[in-house]
């Protein structure tokens, strides 16, 4: 019979071991929904919005890894969803996230720490630094995926790693925080674009960055400042240009999490921006997006809100802002129940959602 360990039991850390043979974990998001439907960044925008009442799968990952050795490591990501298209609408639909090997050199180098590099169906430099400091992911993406601008994962492949030494394990484990690194970490990218649930449509490639600091880590070591970027072509046929910057400031304190971030540039990962008189042309595009959550001592409770803005040049899309929050319940680490109100104002309508999320992670 195969002894099962549960991780958290023992490290602390979310992961079911099984045996010696491989490490099973799972995030799952049930949730009611009053409002308008939501929809992701690799979904296509209803032409007209679409109203909803009821209790649904919002996502579901269920994640396998095993280490090879003490340099390979491979991870298998499944993401379960609600199909809301086509004859077979209402049943849960299943895709890869992740698909990839893991490499973890031995270097014995004080300046390089940390370093690593994904192969296959990886991670995109910005988004998983970001949802480990925002960990609202259940409630909708985070503001750069939430406009459509990138997505999370894609075929490639992708290093990363510290510049000097790593960070103190008790602060890591006390704070929401994505960079393991005490004064630099970074993440580059090659990829086709199209994102993990998008066909590849053209030859050319994605390039992606992201490089984080602590300005002052002996003294104020919550504080991180980060950019990124995206350089090369829309995932079209008629390659028009995606070309992004984005800036990140955030404070990961045991009780306070304040995240300031800005981006522009042109294009998008799916040419949805581009002009309507040539689809070679990408429009330029600007936001911002603002989001805090104070914990209240070692309670379970939590109070949380968001802030995001979002234009497009020419105007053939509907500038908008969004106002979200909620409160948060902390039932132990694996389990969340969050209610949350979102308030959507652009030109052509204003739209109101009202939400209570189940959060299981294991």
Do not use: C
Request: charged residues 25%; aromatic residues 14%; proline residues 3%.
């Amino acid at each position: 019979m195969i002894p099962f360990t549960f991780l958290f039991a023992q490290e602390k850390e979310k992961g079911i071991q099984i045996g010696n043979i491989v490490e099973m974990s799972g995030n799952w998001f049930i949730a009611y929904r009053n409002g308008v439907e939501q929809i992701h960044a690799d979904e296509n925008t209803p032409e007209e919005t679409i109203e909803e009442n009821q209790f649904l799968l919002k996502r579901s990952y269920f994640t396998l890894k095993k280490d090879l050795n003490e340099v390979f490591s491979v991870r298998y990501t499944m993401d379960l969803t609600l199909d809301t298209e086509g004859d077979d609408a209402g049943n849960i639909e299943t895709r890869l996230k992740y698909l990839y090997l893991k490499v973890k050199p031995k270097i014995e180098s004080e300046l390089f720490t940390g370093t690593f590099l994904e192969v296959g169906m990886v991670h995109t430099p910005w988004l998983d630094y970001e949802q480990k400091i925002n960990t609202y992911r259940v409630q909708d993406n985070m503001f750069i995926e939430r406009n459509k601008i990138i997505n999370s994962a894609d075929f490639g492949f992708m290093i990363g790693g510290n510049i000097g030494p790593k960070m103190d394990t008790d602060f890591l484990k006390k704070t929401n925080t994505a960079m393991p690194g005490k004064y630099l970490s970074y993440s580059f990218g090659l990829y086709n674009g199209g994102g993990y649930s998008g066909a590849e449509k053209n030859k050319n490639k994605l390039v992606e960055g992201r490089i984080s600091v602590r300005p002052f880590a002996n003294s104020l070591p919550q504080i991180q400042v980060s950019s990124s970027f995206i350089y090369g072509k829309a995932n079209a046929e008629n390659n028009p240009d995606l070309k992004q910057i984005h800036g990140f400031v955030t404070y990961s304190g045991e009780q306070l999490t304040f995240i300031a971030q800005a981006h522009s540039g042109v294009g998008d990962f799916r040419a949805k921006y581009i002009d309507e008189a040539d689809p070679t042309v990408s429009l330029k595009n600007q936001g911002m997006s603002y989001f805090g959550e104070y914990k209240f001592g070692k309670s379970p409770w939590a109070l949380w809100g968001r802030y995001d803005s979002f234009e497009v040049d020419k105007k053939q899309f509907a500038d908008i802002q969004r106002y979200i929050g909620g409160i948060t319940y902390k039932m132990n680490d694996y389990l969340r129940l969050i209610a949350d109100y979102e308030y959507n104002i652009s030109k052509e309508e204003d739209n109101h959602i009202y939400e209570v999320n189940f959060e299981i992670s294991f």
